[in-house]
C-alpha cells in the first residue's frame, strides 16, 4: 500500500470514529433532553433495574408501578432523602377505580429544591413510565378534597354544553395534576385559550396556549403548571 493511499484510509477511519462519537453524543443529547434531573448522573438516586430513557421519562415493559414504589421507598430513606408527599392508587379502596401509580416529593440536606417521581402504567402501551424532576420548593393546596364520580369539561369556557368524564382513573390523575400544582401569587397570563372543568365541589377555569405554561384559576385563587402533555390527554383539551 502507498503512503498515500495508507494516508487516505487513516483519515476515513478518523472521520469515521469522529462520526460514531459525535453521533453517540447527539444520541445521548436526544434521549436526555426533556429531563430536569438524570438519576444516572447522581450516586444518591438509583435507578429501578429495566427502565430505560426515552425524552422526558423512563419507560419500562409490563406493570411494575408497584415494584417501583417498594424499590424506591426503600432505598431512597437509607440515602438520605425524606418523603414529603406521597399519593398512590395503593391508597385507593374504591375497587371500581383501576388505576396504577403514585406520586412522590423528597427532599435531602444539601439538595437543591426537591426531587419527585411519578409513576403510572399505560395500558394502551403496556409499559410502566416514570418521571424523575427536581423543581424549586413550593406550596401546593389542596383544592380538591374528594375525587368525585364524574367531572364536566367545558372545551371553551363560554360553551353551554360540556363532556361528561366518568373514567375514574383519568379523573384521579386530573385530580392529581391540579392538587399537585404550585400555588401561584400573580395573576394568570392572558393566554389563546381558556376551558373550564367542573368538579362539582369546585369549577376550575383552565387557562393555556401552545406548549407555554398552564394556570388553574378558581374561587380558592391561581395555580400554576409548566407545560403538561398528559393533562390534555385526560381531559382531551386541544391545545
Excluded at 67 to 86: A, C, M, R, S, T
Excluded at 114 to 139: G, R
Excluded at 195 to 221: A, H, R
Aim: charged share 30%; proline share 5%.
Amino acid at each position: 500500500m502507498t503512503k498515500i493511499k495508507c494516508i487516505f484510509v487513516g483519515a476515513v477511519i478518523v472521520l469515521l470514529v469522529a462520526g460514531g462519537w459525535f453521533g453517540y453524543l447527539k444520541m445521548n443529547d436526544d434521549t436526555y433532553k426533556g429531563m430536569s434531573i438524570i438519576p444516572e448522573q447522581h450516586d444518591d438516586i438509583p435507578l429501578f433495574k429495566g427502565l430505560e430513557p426515552t425524552d422526558s421519562h423512563y419507560v419500562i415493559d409490563g406493570d411494575h408501578w408497584k415494584e417501583i414504589y417498594d424499590f424506591y421507598f426503600k432505598k431512597l430513606p437509607k440515602l438520605g432523602w425524606e418523603n414529603q408527599y406521597v399519593q398512590s392508587a395503593l391508597d385507593d379502596n374504591d375497587p371500581e377505580n383501576d388505576w396504577g401509580g403514585f406520586d412522590s416529593r423528597w427532599t435531602k440536606k444539601g439538595f437543591e429544591g426537591e426531587l419527585s417521581i411519578y409513576a403510572s402504567y399505560d395500558k394502551s402501551d403496556q409499559q410502566t413510565k416514570v418521571i424523575f424532576d427536581q423543581n424549586p420548593i413550593y406550596h401546593s393546596s389542596i383544592w380538591i378534597d374528594k375525587v368525585p364520580e364524574s367531572i364536566c369539561i367545558y372545551k371553551n369556557s363560554t360553551d353551554p354544553d360540556c363532556t361528561v368524564l366518568k373514567d375514574k382513573s383519568k379523573i384521579q390523575k386530573i385530580v392529581g395534576i391540579i392538587n399537585n400544582a404550585i400555588d401561584w401569587n400573580e395573576k394568570a397570563l392572558p393566554l389563546e385559550k381558556e376551558s373550564t372543568i367542573d368538579f362539582g365541589e369546585i369549577n376550575i377555569k383552565v387557562i393555556y396556549e401552545k406548549e407555554k405554561e398552564i394556570y388553574f384559576k378558581s374561587e380558592k385563587g391561581v395555580k400554576y403548571l409548566k407545560p403538561e402533555p398528559e393533562f390534555f390527554k385526560l381531559t382531551n383539551l386541544s391545545q
